[in-house]
């Protein structure tokens, strides 16, 4: 699984309209869609996704942000795919984030930042395998 990396294009992103940009930034940056899925999580999804942050202050916004709308969810291949997709995305604060990054340039702020992106190859593959079913993936 080490050049697989997962994301999620988040509500924020899907309600301004920002889905196909995202998904054409995300391919001409060379990550080839092994999976996607247009879905929604519920309340217990999103508490059990964001488990590690359950104990931050904004744990509750996060949880309530998260499910409030639909969401695009894929596991993408390429070489490198956690570290180039994290530079491609830009900083969690898209105030921070480098110019042309996604964050930079779909992002809304530092909860509502229109994308997720796996932190190491462990938690790509735990998430990726908590979105989907083997028979999902190609
Ligand atoms: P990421 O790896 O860049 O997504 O950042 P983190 O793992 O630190 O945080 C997970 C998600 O929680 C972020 O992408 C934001 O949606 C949200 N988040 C992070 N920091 C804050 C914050 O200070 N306030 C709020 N409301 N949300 C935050």
Redesign the pocket.
Known sequence: MTNRTFTMI?PDAVENGHIGAILEKVTSAGFKIVALKYTQLSRRDAEAF?A??KE???FG??VQ??TRGPIVSAILEKDNAVDDF?AL?G???PAEAAEGTIRKLFATN????AV??S?SDENAAIEGAFHFSGREIY
Request: hydrophobic fraction near 30%; avoid cysteine.
């Open positions: 988040k964001y590690i942050h931050r202050p904004f916004e996060l942000f998260m994290r995305i900083t969690t604060n530092i909860s509502e930042n997720h992106g932190d």
